[in-house]
């Protein structure tokens, strides 16, 4: 009951969102029109859900006692019987996962495969925590969350998608943002036996790294970016922590922002999911990697769960998706002198995990503001302008995938290292005969302004005035013209 | 004598290539291998939070590395997405 009060909590709070956002912005028709739709569908589905789970109820009701074994119910053998046949896994793992908690902190890239393999293999109660809401750039990599669910907070997708896989295990979803404060009282009210780190920042990261040394639970940490996964699990059986390895967080503007035998469920997920990623990278590139590690973090989990051994344990993984390669790097044993986890630790109690990352605990972008009033321009005025040169600051990849018309593109990137600088000096030599203001663009209005500021060092020779376009192309597309992709 | 080094991908953008060999000396203490490294690959910024490893083996901070030739180091630095 507990689980599905906080769902249902958790549905209006998101519909009040949805509403809120919606009064901000233009109420027009289509909007009302999606939010009724929204609401039709979501009683619709309640009902469907409730009805499908009656259905499951009825058709397997025969196999809930089971006198021929102790600890499991006849659903539970037919259910898992694939894994227990496994000799290290066996009934003695099913129970052990039956009776374990596990809390998963982040239902994104790394989370969401993580999750879908442990409520898939039987564990008994799993406690998600996400303080974010599902939006469309998510759907390629985070598997649990769908096109309905847009919108809507991620754990909330999430319980719905593995409630619907597995709905004899409990499943504790909590709407909130992982800091010392949430956490230590999640940690007062609950137990876990196994700590999974799926969270996107460093910040989060260390906070995780101390609360189970800690409480002495095992972390099994996964981290993907790019064309590159990491894996360890830190604190288990005498291996170091996260802070053994990496006593001083990065600067953070460094920190860039994924039936005979027996077949263990993670395995094949793992091997699928590598075909998904070589399929794909023989077109384009890869995004499964989140995928990847997230499915193999759910195998350590089972791992330490089962006492099977082998644990990844003072080993990081690291995988290279570009190469195919993944290395088995062994690691140094515990630092007697470690912060946290030494012989004499200074950290006996969560820190403030912001401030000591000098960074958020998210990989949201924080909007900068470092010009002066009059070095910006409104983007409703870039129409105003069209002999203006506009200068879009956007890597090059960026720029290829949309722009506006008569924007020239010069990356940001270049003008910080220097790079093809008399290229864009003879460009705007040849403009500063017919005009004498420059706009500058990029995504969200940061890049830009830096870029700004470094443009009138460079050339301040000549007669231009650079401008900021405020909130940049996201901007555009709000105020100007929707379809503008915001990506 | 030159030893291969190795940058995972995300500190490949800074270093700019992938795979490449550099000329060392056979023992060397880490923190002077770290320099030759970060100032060989502009990995200045991240000097602090990089793990060396010396064929597929974590190094210890405090200790004089012994190398030889086709050696493999790979640099890794800690990433946080997810």
């Not at chain 1, 006849?74 to 046949?85: E, V, W």
């Not at chain 1, 291996?239 to 005979?260: I, K, Q, S």
């Not at chain 1, 990847?292 to 051994?309: F, N, P, R, S, W």
């Not at chain 1, 005035?465 to 597309?477: D, Q």
């Amino acid at each position: 009951m507990y689980d599905i009060r906080i769902n249902n909590d958790l549905r209006m709070h998101s519909n009040m969102c949805i509403r809120h956002k919606f009064f901000l912005g233009r109420m027009a028709a289509e909007e009302q029109k999606i939010e009724k739709l929204q609401d039709e569908i979501n009683q619709l589905r309640e009902e469907l859900q409730r009805k499908e789970r009656e259905l499951f109820d009825l058709k397997f009701k025969k196999y809930h006692d089971n006198k021929y074994c102790l600890g499991l119910t006849a659903t539970d053998i037919m259910r898992y019987s694939r894994q227990m046949l496994l000799s290290q896994f066996s009934i003695t793992g099913q129970i052990a996962l039956k009776k374990s908690r596990v809390l998963i902190v982040g239902m994104g890239g790394l989370g969401c495969p993580c999750a879908l393999y442990l409520a898939a293999a039987g564990i008994g109660e799993l406690t998600i925590v996400d303080y974010d809401e599902v939006e469309l750039t998510n759907l390629h990599r985070q598997v649990l969350h769908g096109e309905n669910d847009i919108g809507i907070p991620k754990i909330l997708s999430a319980y719905n998608r593995l409630k619907n896989l597995n709905s004899n295990i409990k499943i504790i979803p909590i709407h909130t943002h992982a800091n010392s404060s949430t956490l230590t009282d999640l940690f007062k009210n609950k137990t876990f036996d196994v700590v999974v780190d799926g969270s996107d920042n460093v910040a989060t990261r260390y906070l995780l790294n101390d609360i189970c040394v800690l409480n002495n639970l095992p972390l099994v940490s996964g981290s993907a970016l790019q064309m590159e996964g990491q894996l360890t699990v830190y604190n288990y059986n005498k291996g170091p922590c996260y802070r053994c390895l990496f006593p001083v967080p990065p600067p953070p503007d460094t920190v860039m922002n994924c039936g005979d035998g027996g077949v263990l469920g993670p395995v094949p997920g793992i091997i699928g999911t590598l075909q998904a990623l070589e399929v794909i990278k023989t077109c384009t590139s890869c995004f499964t990697v989140p995928g990847i590690i997230g499915t193999l973090q759910a195998l350590e989990v089972i791992k330490i769960l089962t006492k099977q051994g082998g644990v990844l344990s003072s080993r990081l993984l690291t995988f290279d998706a570009c190469e195919a390669v993944f290395r088995n790097v062994k690691l140094r044993t515990r630092n007697s002198r470690c912060a946290v986890c030494g012989d004499d630790p200074t950290i006996t109690t969560l820190i403030d995990y912001e401030e000591f990352c000098g960074a958020s605990a998210h990989d949201k972008v924080i909007d900068v503001d470092i010009l002066r009033k009059d070095d910006h321009i409104p983007v409703k005025e870039l129409s105003s302008k069209p002999e203006t040169l506009l200068i879009d600051v956007r890597p090059t990849l960026e720029f290829a995938m949309c722009n506006l018309d008569n924007s020239y593109n010069f990356p940001y990137s270049y003008i910080k290292k220097g790079k093809d600088l008399d290229k864009l000096r003879k460009k705007l030599e040849d403009y500063s005969t017919n005009g004498n203001e420059v706009l500058i663009i990029c995504r969200r209005g940061n890049d830009s302004q830096r870029a700004v500021l470094q443009l009138k060092e460079i050339f301040t020779d000549l007669p231009l005035k650079f401008l900021n376009v405020l909130g940049g192309l996201y901007a555009y597309s709000n105020a100007v013209d929707s379809s503008f992709p915001i990506y | 004598m030159p030893k291969k080094i190795l940058t995972c991908y995300s500190a490949r953008e800074l270093a700019g290539c992938s795979e490449t060999f550099l000329d060392v000396e056979d023992s060397i203490l880490y923190a002077d291998l770290l320099e030759i490294i970060v100032k060989s690959y502009s990995l200045e910024d991240i000097k602090n939070n990089v793990i060396l490893a010396v064929n597929e083996e974590y190094s210890n901070t405090s200790e004089r590395i012994l190398l030889k030739t086709g050696d493999e180091i790979a640099i890794i630095p800690p990433i946080s997405g997810g």
